[in-house]
């Protein structure tokens, strides 16, 4: 059994590591920079090869268990977010944010979260929670923001006022006072008179 190990630790160990990447290369988008990262991190610790057998069996059980833990979190968030999110149209990663920051203001949020597993019913009570909170600041911030009806309709409006009027404006009013009878008699000539 250790000899058919061996070899899959082997291959493993000759994927790219960390250190044998271009550490001055600059990556300029967030994929490659992503990429990067991601090959850098997802790539499972390996066991040392001294290890005997049974603790090598032992640490992949423990790396398994890890994995499926991580797959159940990452469906109970994805579920929360569908039941938080409702039928409202908002992208999950503004409901995952706006939890995020709920659990970083209030821990308690965080410690029913992470106990869901042994106490189901607070965490459903929790989901719920959120929810009603969600929706109502949605509605909110609905309330806050001008209604795109009725903001066309003033616009309309407005610009029906502004274009009734076809005459330009007349010029200054003259000063009849201050003119001299030369000025006064062309003025008087302006209305036939």
Excluded: C
């Amino acid at each position: 059994m250790t000899e058919n190990t061996q070899p899959v630790a082997q291959e493993a160990q000759t994927t790219a590591q960390p250190g044998e990447q271009d550490s001055g290369a600059q990556t300029d988008d967030l994929a490659s920079l992503l990429s990067t990262f991601n090959g850098e991190t997802a790539k499972p610790p390996q066991p040392a090869p001294t290890q005997p057998a049974g603790t090598e069996l032992a640490a992949l059980r423990a790396e398994i268990d890890a994995i499926r833990q991580e797959r159940f979190a990452e469906r109970d968030q994805a579920s929360a977010i569908k039941e938080i999110k409702g039928d409202l149209d908002i992208p999950d990663y503004i409901v995952r944010g706006w939890i995020g920051d709920r659990g970083d203001a209030e821990p308690g949020i965080n410690k029913i979260w992470n106990s869901r597993g042994n106490d189901p019913a607070s965490a459903k009570k929790l989901i719920a929670a959120l929810a009603k909170d969600f929706r109502k600041e949605q509605a909110a911030y609905k309330k806050s923001q001008p209604d795109p009806d009725a903001t066309a309709d003033v616009a309309a409006v407005t610009a029906a006022v502004r274009g009734a009027s076809t005459r330009q404006p007349e010029d200054k009013q003259p000063n009849y006072g201050s003119m001299n009878d030369a000025d006064f008699k062309k003025e008087l000539a302006k209305f036939g008179l």
